[in-house]
């Protein structure tokens, strides 16, 4: 097979090699889905993103880990449809829907103009779920290089889904991130009601003044990699379990979500949650994305 050209843009933040590094292949039609696995291998981002054609959307997405494919991925999507954008493969639509794999979900683009010209990009995530953690606590915490102590006890620890499961762990210091050393090899054992998640510890105090939450993101041993720098699906259905389980009177909530400090990879990421009488719970994350390369596989 030919080598195929994979454009490295770092979504969620303005500056290269910062924010979450994804793939972005284009105009992918041709290529099977072990073709999409191998290069998503080769290329050994957390994940790499093929754009292929779509009779019910804009453009249809489909996501790859080293290891398998994913439902959804927040980061891929903003660098997809940044390097659409930004490559004139979308004219000069703002608005513009995406296939994936848990649906058919709406974009919307808006100009930002500043010291770098960029596009903020805010996509709507699947509504949001939630499975209780019946574990063991003590383990958990000390698989991410922690003390038991070190969890706040004072919220639900829960799997949440806004299109890719994850198991929220709230932390009570900021201190404690530094600290983290995951394994992720113990997850699937710990993990009994839902042994492909990732572990996604968060905590109310951050670096910025102007965000809300801080998280890491450590990922499934099936997906092969250790980290996600930024994470959209995590940040987003953060906005839910803040609307879940710490404000449930509130009828929405938007903020931001900062991580990737502790790994030199800084990003940001909006959220928003809204509470709907027909749609349960509509979660929307936004960010944005900068080109760095080309890469071959």
């Known amino acids: ?23 972005v292949v284009l105009d992918a039609d041709h290529l099977s889905e072990q073709d999409m696995q191998r290069i998503a291998f080769d290329i050994g981002f957390n994940e790499t993103v093929f ?15 080293p290891g398998h494919e994913i439902p959804l991925c927040g980061h891929a999507t903003m660098a997809a449809v940044y390097a659409l954008k930004t490559r004139g493969k979308l004219g000069d639509a703002q608005r513009l829907t995406i296939e ?13 103009e500043g010291v770098h010209r960029s596009w903020t990009i805010k996509m709507k995530q699947d509504n949001p779920r939630f499975l209780p953690f019946q574990g063991d606590r003590e383990k958990l915490a000390n698989a991410i290089g922690l003390d038991v102590r070190e969890l706040d006890s004072s919220l639900p620890i829960v799997y949440g889904s806004t299109g890719t499961w994850t198991l929220l762990v709230p932390i009570k210091s900021l201190q404690s ?3 983290m050393k995951p394994q992720n090899e113990k997850f699937p054992e710990l993990l009994t009601e839902l042994p492909k998640a990732s572990v996604h510890p968060f905590c109310l105090e951050t670096y910025s003044t102007d965000a809300r939450m801080h998280a890491r993101h450590f990922s499934s041993p099936f997906s092969g990699t250790i980290e996600d720098p930024v994470t959209g699906t995590a940040s987003g259905v953060m906005g839910a379990y803040y609307l879940e389980y710490m404000n449930p009177e509130l009828p929405s909530a938007a903020f931001v979500v900062e991580q990737g400090q502790e790994i ?5 990421v909006g959220v ?11 979660i929307y994350i936004a960010g944005t994305a900068v080109y760095v390369k080309d890469l071959q596989a």
């Open 1 to 23: 097979m030919n080598e195929t050209i994979v454009h490295h843009y770092d979504a969620f933040s303005m500056y290269p090699n910062q924010g979450n590094p994804a793939g």
């Open 51 to 65: 754009v292929v054609r779509s009779e019910q959307a804009t453009v249809k997405l489909k996501y790859f880990t």
């Open 100 to 112: 994936t794999n848990v649906g058919v979900l709406p974009i919307e683009l808006t100009e930002t």
């Open 177 to 179: 991130f530094r600290e």
């Open 264 to 268: 030199g990879k800084e990003g940001r």
């Open 272 to 282: 928003e949650a809204i509470r709907s009488e027909h749609d349960g719970m509509c």
